[in-house]
């Protein structure tokens, strides 16, 4: 077995580029410059090149020469995890393919409800192609008209729709992948029922380019929801804010699209950084809520949630509720919703948790959580928001824009173990839709039984025996 390369040799760049051309190989440390950093600037890595395959028959023949060669092979779809992990270290060895060429929609199937796309094509375009044909593809993210289908198979994206339709890993079929070898493995089958053995696809979604290149996949597409209504809500503890999420569940079944939390803090957090938003609800509360119904039928959508919070109002639950029932309100809720994000950044630098925790623990997790942190930093401000209606929350805690990089490492390693060790103490996970990559390789290590993590290194190893793909990311 040939040792790990640390440079690319002349002979070897000129074989790629004899695979993929000139528009394939990109070696301008300029051009390099956007592949070699994540979005967030948080991650920055040397790649010796950047290879864009065209077709599968290109990414096959890349693999193969890497894995004869033992080159180091970092996947890339459209550079927007949150976790770097699809960024190379600082080596110089290490190999990124990127996905970008892989862009064709090879077929639509409104009859099957299937659509078959490459790794390439944006999540937005495939929402455009499923609109085409009067259906609807629910994965949606903030980073939609930027990220590819290929890196949200990787990473198992979540996004606003997981409490009706699920993660990335419920709305695939099949997919393509070429192996670490350069062997294609065809498993674009759109089907619905094929008990012929091990779930192989389910290896690869969520692998985060370890196991191989996923070049294509077959998707789930639904029926158009023709109706949307949503509300906002205010409460005063997290207890009953569970219990009006039991009774929408109960009423609404599946029509409920969305329930996404968040705090007066993180609210507040929103409206002092983001421009052009308003307060949804005249008063402040502890905790808010952004509910949204969908349906094929109009039918009496908006009567239904407004009944249902009704009584959560008599009962006591809500304390006071705003019905979007146009798109501008909905949209104005949204906005708030988003914001979050854009406003963590420019109030400070933030401890993120993407974890997911089991519905039920979420008030006690939550109480403790805030207990720990403040007893590491007693000032402290916790942005604490999320999907509370598949457990999902983000747990961040904001620390000011100036603080010394040796105190912020200090600090994220301590905020860590606490929020974390409450996570594990509650049956959850450390990494909810955002990936492990590299940012929590280390955590997942720390809390993996040593059975869990046995068994992940054998399928690694059998599926990647010369260890290239995507080195010191997830495992």
Known sequence: MAKPITTLSAAFLQKLHSIV????????????????????????????????????????????????????????????????????????????????????????????????VEAGVLLANVQAAAEEVNRYFPLSLGSEGSCTIGGNLATNAGGIAVLRYGNTRDLVLGVEVVLPTGKVWNGLRALRKDNTGYSLRDLFIGSEGTLGVVTAAVLKLFPKPTARVSAWLGCDNMCDLLEVLARVRNNCGDRLVAFEMLTEESLQLVLEHVTDIRRPLDGTHRYHALVELADTR?????????????????????????????????????????????????????????????????????????????????????????????????????????TPAAELDRLVQSMNRVVHDLVSEAGGSISAEHGVGQLRREEMRHYKSETEFGLMMLIKQSIDPNQIMNPGKLI
């Open 298 to 402: 109009d039918g009496e959508l908006g009567l239904l949630l407004e009944s249902t919070l009704e009584k959560a109002m008599e009962d006591g639950l809500v304390q006071d509720a705003a019905i979007g029932s146009n798109l501008t309100q909905r949209q104005a809720f949204w906005k708030v919703r988003e914001g979050i994000s854009q406003a963590q950044v420019r109030a400070g630098k933030a401890i993120k948790h993407d974890i997911a925790l089991p519905i039920s623990s979420l008030p006690k997790f939550v109480d403790d959580a805030v207990e720990a942190v403040r007893k590491v930093k007693s000032d402290a401000r916790v942005i604490n928001f999320g999907h509370m209606g598949d457990g999902n929350l983000h747990f961040n805690v904001l620390v000011p824009l100036d």
């Open 21 to 116: 051309g000139d528009a394939g190989l990109v070696q301008d440390e300029q051009l390099k410059e956007s592949f070699d950093i994540d979005w967030l600037k948080k991650w920055k890595g040397v790649s010796s090149a950047v290879v864009r395959p065209a077709n599968t028959a290109e990414v096959a023949a890349v693999m193969w020469l890497c894995h004869e060669t033992r080159t180091p092979v970092v996947t890339q779809g459209g550079n927007t995890g949150m976790s770097g992990g699809a960024t190379p270290d600082d080596s110089g060895a290490q190999l990124i393919l990127s996905t970008t060429r892989l862009r064709q929609i090879r077929d639509v199937d409104p009859l099957n409800n299937t659509m078959t």
